[in-house]
């Protein structure tokens, strides 16, 4: 069943205040929810969505009902002539240890958490389950002591009761009116760290992190992003935090990153722990972000939330911008800038060229789960920092202050937030709206003409058809360009609108035809088309970071397609560029972009129909011979970089780090003895996990004896650490030898290895199949593996089997002979009795 966008009503009833009792037992959960309603809509009968709930006790106003009163069916519970307005108290039960799809409540280990965004809440108790219903919590949770000390729900601890037999109960009351989606409860035995904010008008505010126990040495990381994340959010944006309490839970299992629930962010424990012998630099700076989004949820999501689900972006797309411009002003804004295009590439330019391409506004869903995506979260954010360039910092500052007066406490759409944009911009916003209509990554096609001291650039859109087949229009977007004269010296810089199919720009006073570096700081999400472009020269002179590495990509590219028609290409004036990235003298976690040949992923989207063999070749020829022409240098760059006893957090030793081994790596293309014991050497006797992955990954792919002695140290040394376990799992399933498959078949057997634990499937099966060389095998067995696997784990965990499933996005682009073998393994999924609709809607569209 489809749910349309057009289709829209406002809700018929209110419900001004909800008072929830959990009884917690091993068994079974009872939930009493007591709601105080008010009709809207004269003629209408009160529907409350409800799944897998089991009815004890439905009182309207002290009366209890029959079951003539109300219907009650696998989605909803129906009671006709309901009073203008009433109280309802419903009594029904749950299974908490029997839900795998962790959805609502459910266990994580021995912790009981939720999980209700978008419509999990109904799976805990009979409610109006829409972002746009906003009410007043009140929620007591009760527990053996001994058990569960720690209970917790959103807002302010009221009320701790007292213990009966062996139980206690703590109540909480969050004044701040939400919908069920932002509800959360935890119970568990758990170790935590404390500490406060004061804000700028002078509330102070209890920060507490809860971790499994003997983990709290691991969540001081967590907590300063989340210290700094409040003060910048008061800086930035001028918005302070509005209760007496912030708390964090980490959770083993969890289908997501992690939530924002009001006052209770609950967490994958990947994204709180960490350590500098357990967690890589990547981990801490993605803690350091996540914390920080869910905490800049509170305003633009919580006090500010969506009318409908179609309007995800409005609080995903400005969170993710948000948490950005802070990792950038925490980091280095130039390595922050690049990693987040070369992320947006990889996940959402590969979606919207794909089969599920849909707009950062969807008009549609089947299982608003299969929306958390890359182009509602990504995509959905450089919308937002396109507007952020058009306004400029201090008006995009009063718009966005602008916006929190005027909907604080509501439930607003997309359009809303665009008024706000558009009260302080000038810009044609009807034409900018486009970008939340349409899908699809529009190109760019450039032409130069140069003559008398003329220089025309020819600018000409190319927005691909809608899925089915429509065409679309042209965007409107700011584009930031520079003119260079020879020496490097920009003798022009703008920001251009574009905002017709094709349109020419005209400069003059030139003595010779300029360089042009186009789409600086990636101010548009397009794709460039530019012919004969002198990459050499922009990797040497152009000033802006962003294109400077762009230009370093980009010569890969031709070069590997070049390489790609014939192997014995010549290849040495890349190869004389990248020796000049080599002496550049800049910033080193910078100079580690630079460095870094193009993803296999990268090309595939460049080919027309993906043939993954020839790209693994031109990669592997290219590899080696910047390896062999540079070795000494590059040996050279390692040991000036490598301090294997130095584990500090600073920038410069991250950065040093992230050099050494972007160094480390390329090396190992030579696949020699020597390089295999450099790799040794630091896995052995490095103090960081970041050094040790890479080793471990350098080891694999050049020496499988030595690989094995080093994964069997790594697995007795960690076992018992089930985030490093997945690491190993991920290592393992992305080798690049002969037989992955083999081993990860096997590897799921292991006793850590946990098919119900979200992390270790994507670890272990998410990993392979981006492995494209052997998930894309010839003999189909990669393929092969990958349905039967989404089927069976679709049994237990619905979102987790339709994620597995976006891996056969590509369908439509892959040779003939790959297609085939595909299209019989998708039909099998979609013709599986009882497949659900989550894993359903995908599959099927990719087929489509
Ligand atoms: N709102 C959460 C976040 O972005 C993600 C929740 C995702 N939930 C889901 N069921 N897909 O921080
Ligand atoms: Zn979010």
């Known amino acids: 069943q489809e749910i349309f966008l057009k289709d829209y009503k406002k809700p018929s009833f209110t419900i001004e205040s909800v008072n929830l009792t959990f009884e917690l037992f091993e068994e079974e959960t009872n939930v009493t929810n007591i709601m105080k309603f008010e009709k809207l809509d004269e003629s209408a009968d009160l529907v409350l969505d409800a799944q897998e709930l089991e009815l004890k006790e439905v009182v309207l106003d002290g009366e209890v009902l029959g079951s003539d009163r109300y219907t009650h069916d696998e989605e909803t519970l129906t009671i006709s002539n309901v009073p203008q307005e009433f109280t309802l108290e419903i009594r029904n039960r749950i299974y908490p240890q029997k839900n795998t799809e962790l959805e609502g409540l459910y266990k994580s280990g021995d912790i009981f958490c939720t999980q209700c965004e978008p419509e999990g809440f109904r799976r805990i108790t009979p409610y109006l389950d829409r ?112 209760l007496d309490i912030y708390n964090i839970v980490a959770v083993d299992s969890f289908n997501m990153g992690a939530m924002e629930n009001k006052g209770l962010n609950i967490f994958n424990s990947a994204y709180v722990l960490a350590d500098a012998d357990t967690a890589t630099d990547a981990n801490f700076m993605g803690i350091e972000s996540v914390i920080a989004h869910e905490y800049f949820h509170n305003w633009t999501g919580n006090r500010i939330t969506c009318r409908n689900w179609f309007q995800l972006t409005l609080k995903e797309g400005l969170t993710v911008f948000r948490d950005q411009c802070f990792s950038a002003d925490m980091n280095s804004s130039e390595v922050q800038r690049i990693q987040d295009v070369k992320a947006l590439r990889e996940r959402q330019f590969v979606e919207d060229a794909s089969p599920t391409a849909h707009p950062i506004q969807p008009k549609s869903y089947i299982s608003m789960n299969n929306f958390y995506t890359a182009t509602v979260y990504e995509k959905g954010a450089e919308v937002i920092r396109m507007l952020h360039t058009l306004l400029g910092e201090e008006n995009y500052r009063k718009a966005t202050d602008l916006y929190f007066e005027t909907f604080d406490g509501q439930a607003v759409r997309t359009d809303d937030f665009l ?90 006073g030139f003595e010779e035809k300029p360089v042009l570096s186009i789409n600086r700081d990636f101010s548009a999400p397009v794709i460039i088309k530019h012919q004969d472009v002198d990459f050499a020269f922009l990797m040497q002179h152009d000033t802006n970071s962003f294109t ?51 993803s296999i992923s990268t090309l595939m989207q460049k080919q027309d129909v993906v043939d993954f063999e020839p790209l693994y070749k031109a990669k592997d020829k290219l590899s080696y011979e910047v390896a062999k022409k540079y070795e000494a240098k590059l040996l050279k760059l390692y040991f000036q970089n490598h301090e294997p006893l130095n584990s500090a957090l600073d920038s410069k030793s991250i950065a040093k780090r992230a050099l050494k081994n972007r160094v480390l790596s390329l090396l190992s293309a030579l696949e020699s003895k020597e390089i295999a014991a450099v790799a040794k050497e630091q896995y052995e006797h490095s103090l960081t996990m970041t050094d040790r992955i890479t080793a471990l990954d350098v080891l694999e792919s050049i020496d499988a004896e030595l690989s094995e ?61 981006r492995n494209y060389k052997y998930f894309h095998a010839k003999d ?39 297609k085939k073998l ?15 609709k989550n894993t359903f809607e995908i599959v099927s569209k990719i087929l489509k």
């Not at 746009?132 to 058990?147: H, N």
């Not at 069920?180 to 500490?195: C, K, N, P, W």
């Not at 700028?200 to 040495?217: C, F, H, T, W």
């Not at 595909?822 to 659900?836: H, N, P």
């Open 131 to 242: 972002p746009d219903v906003m009410s007043i919590f009140t929620t007591t949770v009760i527990a053996d002591q001994k058990k569960y000390p720690i209970l917790l729900a959103n807002g302010n601890k009221v009320h701790c009761h007292e213990s009966f037999n062996t139980r206690h109960g703590v109540t909480w009351h969050d004044p701040h009116p939400k919908p069920s989606y932002l509800f959360a409860l935890v119970a568990g035995d758990l170790d935590f760290i404390t500490d406060s904010f004061v804000t700028a008008s002078g509330n102070d505010v209890e920060l507490n992190i809860y971790v499994d126990k003997g983990n709290s040495d691991k969540a001081d990381h967590a907590m300063k992003s989340l210290i700094n994340a409040m003060k910048w959010d008061e800086e930035k944006y001028g918005r302070e935090y509005d």
């Open 419 to 508: 008024w706000a944009m558009k009260e302080y911009g000038e810009f044609d916003l009807e034409h900018f709206k486009l970008w939340y209509d349409q899908s699809g990554t529009p190109s760019l096609e450039v032409e130069e003409n140069y003559a008398d001291g003329k220089y025309t650039l020819t600018l000409t859109q190319n927005v691909p058809n809608k899925v089915d087949g429509s065409l679309q229009k042209a965007m409107y977007f700011p584009l930031k360009i520079a003119l260079m004269d020879k020496t490097g010296a920009v003798a022009e810089e703008k920001m251009l609108i574009i905002s017709k199919e094709s349109e020419s720009f005209m400069f003059e």
């Open 548 to 598: 400077k590495y762009e230009a370093a990509q980009e010569f890969a590219i031709s070069i590997l397609f070049k390489l790609m028609e014939d192997i014995e290409s010549d290849i040495s004036e890349y190869l004389e560029a990248f020796g000049a990235l080599l002496e550049l003298d800049t910033d080193l976690s910078y100079k580690a972009l630079l460095l870094e040949l193009p």
């Open 709 to 769: 002695i080093a994964f069997n140290d790594f697995y007795n040394r960690y076992k018992n650490n089930t985030l490093v376990m997945n690491k190993y799992f991920a290592l393992l399933a992305a080798s690049p030898r002969e037989g992955v498959l083999d081993r990860v078949m096997a590897l799921q057997n292991d006793e850590v290895y946990d098919e119900k634990v979200p992390n270790l499937v994507r670890s272990l099966i998410g990993v392979f199949a």
């Open 780 to 818: 189909g067995y990669g393929y092969k593996f990958l349905s039967d696997k989404i089927i069976e784990i679709d049994k237990i965990n619905p979102q987790m089997a339709s994620a597995l499933s976006g891996a056969f996005k590509i369908y439509p682009k892959m040779i003939e002979s790959n």
């Open 822 to 836: 595909m299209k019989a393994t998708l039909e099998c999924i979609v013709s599986t009795q009882g497949i659900s």
